[in-house]
């Protein structure tokens, strides 16, 4: 079965670092979508992607994240620069289409030092 | 806005015995609901969704769900649980199109199976 997978599983990152987390979708899924769960916390949103530009971002999405559809396959969250917040498991989701479930990867755990 | 409440942070049962993990939703229309499963150290695996139809879903690995709109609730059960059910659980509510799709997770139900 087709899955989505995340690279690398665990980053280590200086604060103020940039960091760069890797997402490949699965190949015939249009929507992608990229979550977070700060430990103990619940899974949030953070953005969805949709024809090659943003379509809807949360509060925590601010002028220091990014999103890039780079080629065809890779889709990447860019933190410019990181905060001790930021520490988190951050999953990417990919859908068919709107209205189909949201299938995601094993996740990145980012930890900020 | 969308919410998901799962009131209980912690179950354990006995392996052999039935499980019901509680969700509740909050949302103006008609919404897509989803479960999703969390073993260490892994991502999210679906287990099931409802759409709109028939309000008893069945999912993967033995499990269903009962959406109950006066109730506002979808709860997720299994007859007869299995050591290896031992995950967190966490139902989600997806807002449509009006949200682009963003799916709005509660907080998640630990269960622990007990030989």
């Known amino acids: 079965e087709p899955e989505v997978t995340q690279t690398p599983s665990h980053q280590v990152t200086q604060m103020g670092q940039e960091v760069i987390l890797r997402c490949v979708p699965i190949?015939?899924?249009?929507?992608f979508y990229w979550y977070r769960q700060i430990l103990g916390q619940k899974v949030e949103f953070l953005v969805s992607f949709y024809n090659n530009e943003i379509s809807e971002k949360s509060e925590i999405f601010d002028d220091q994240f990014s999103v890039e559809r780079p080629d065809g396959s890779n889709f990447t969250l860019k933190i410019r620069s990181t905060k001790l917040e930021d520490s988190a498991m951050y999953f990417c989701?990919?859908?068919?289409?709107?209205?189909?479930?949201?299938?995601f990867g094993d996740g990145t755990r980012l930890s900020i030092l | 806005a969308q919410s998901v409440t799962q009131p209980d942070i912690h179950i354990t049962v006995s392996e052999g015995a039935s499980l019901e993990l509680r969700c509740n939703y909050s949302?103006?229309?008609?919404?897509?609901l989803f479960w999703y499963v969390q073993s260490p150290g892994q991502g999210l695996q679906l287990l099931l969704k409802y759409f709109s139809g028939d309000t008893l879903v069945q999912g993967i690995k033995g499990f269903e769900a009962e959406f109950k709109r006066s109730q506002s609730s979808f709860n997720l059960r299994k007859p007869s649980v299995h050591w290896s059910d031992a995950a967190e659980y966490f139902c989600?509510?997806?807002?449509?199109?009006?949200?682009?799709?963003?799916?709005?997770f509660g907080k998640g139900t630990l269960l622990t199976v007990n030989p």
């Open positions: 989701a990919s859908s068919a289409r709107g209205n189909q479930p949201q299938h």
């Open positions: 989600a509510v997806d807002g449509g199109a009006g949200s682009n799709y963003k799916l709005t």
């Open positions: 190949s015939n899924h249009l929507y």
């Open positions: 949302y103006g229309a008609t919404p897509y």
